[in-house]
C-alpha cells in the first residue's frame, strides 16, 4: 500500500463548476500538508500549504484537512480552463522529505 | 518570495558526456535541496537530499557516482549528470524548504541522443 494514495484521473469538468480533488495517507506521522498544481513541463507551483485539520481557504481554493480519517482534499470553485493541470497533494513528517500522491490531471472545459 | 531559480530549462546531450544542472535560491538561504526526477505522466521521485557544506544523500536504488550533488554555498545547489545515457533522459527538478512549504524550481528536461 502507498503512503499517499490519490486518483490519477483524468478529470474534465465544465468551465464555472467546483472540482473536489482528494488524497488518503497512511502514515500518521505526516504533520504538513500541501497542494501544488503542475503545468505541463513545469516545476510544481504551491497552491495551499496546511498544518491542521480544518479548512483553509485563498481565493477560489480551499484545502481540507481531516488527520482522524488520514484524508485531505482541495476544492476549485468557479473553475476556469486556466486551472487545467496536473494537482499533486503532498505531505510531510518529521524528515523533512515530501512525499507525494501521483497527481490528478484536470481539464476544464470552456 | 522565496523563489529557486533553476539553469538550464532543457538540454540535449550525447551519450557519453556529463551534464551539470544549478539551482540557486534567490532570495533565501537554502540549508537543504532536494533533487527530484519525474517520467512523464508520473509523480515525482526523490533522488537525494542536499545539504549545505556536507555530502548529500540519495534514495534508495539512485547511484550517487552518476548523479553528483553538490551543495557549496546556502544559495547554490548542483546535480551533474555523469556519462549520461539516453535512459537518464528525464524532467529534473530542484527543491528547497520555506518558512510555509517547499518551492521548486521549473525543471530542467535532459534529453541524451
Known amino acids: 500500500q502507498k503512503e499517499v494514495e490519490q486518483d490519477p484521473g483524468p478529470l474534465s469538468v465544465p468551465e464555472g463548476a467546483i472540482v473536489s480533488l482528494n488524497c488518503t495517507y497512511s502514515?500518521?506521522?505526516?504533520?504538513?500538508f500541501m497542494w501544488y498544481r503542475q503545468y505541463s513541463r513545469k516545476g510544481p507551483e504551491l497552491l495551499m500549504y496546511?498544518?491542521?485539520?480544518g479548512n483553509k481557504e485563498d481565493g477560489r481554493f480551499t484545502a481540507q484537512v481531516d488527520k482522524s480519517s488520514k484524508y485531505i482534499s482541495l476544492f476549485i470553485r468557479d473553475s476556469q480552463p486556466s486551472d487545467s493541470a496536473t494537482y499533486l497533494c503532498?505531505?510531510?513528517?518529521?524528515?523533512?522529505?515530501?512525499?507525494f500522491g501521483t497527481g490528478t490531471r484536470l481539464t476544464i472545459i470552456p | 518570495g522565496a523563489v529557486v531559480s533553476q539553469h538550464p530549462s532543457w538540454v540535449i546531450c550525447k551519450s557519453g558526456t556529463s551534464v551539470k544542472i544549478e539551482c540557486r535560491s534567490l532570495?533565501?538561504?537554502?540549508?537543504?535541496m532536494f533533487w527530484y526526477r519525474q517520467f512523464p505522466k508520473q509523480s515525482l521521485m526523490l533522488m537525494a537530499t542536499?545539504?549545505?557544506?556536507?555530502?548529500?544523500?540519495?534514495e534508495q536504488g539512485v547511484e550517487k557516482d552518476k548523479f553528483l550533488i553538490n551543495h557549496a554555498s546556502l544559495t547554490l545547489s548542483t546535480l551533474t549528470v555523469t556519462s549520461a545515457h539516453p535512459e537518464d533522459s528525464s524532467f529534473y527538478i530542484c527543491?528547497?524548504?520555506?518558512?510555509?512549504?517547499?518551492?521548486f524550481g521549473s525543471g530542467t528536461r535532459l534529453t541524451v541522443v
Open positions: 527543491s528547497a524548504r520555506k518558512p510555509l512549504g517547499y518551492t
Open positions: 502514515n500518521s506521522a505526516f504533520q504538513y
Open positions: 496546511t498544518y491542521s485539520s
Open positions: 503532498a505531505m510531510v513528517g518529521g524528515n523533512e522529505k515530501l512525499t
Open positions: 532570495d533565501f538561504q537554502a540549508t537543504t
Open positions: 542536499s545539504n549545505e557544506g556536507s555530502k548529500a544523500t540519495y
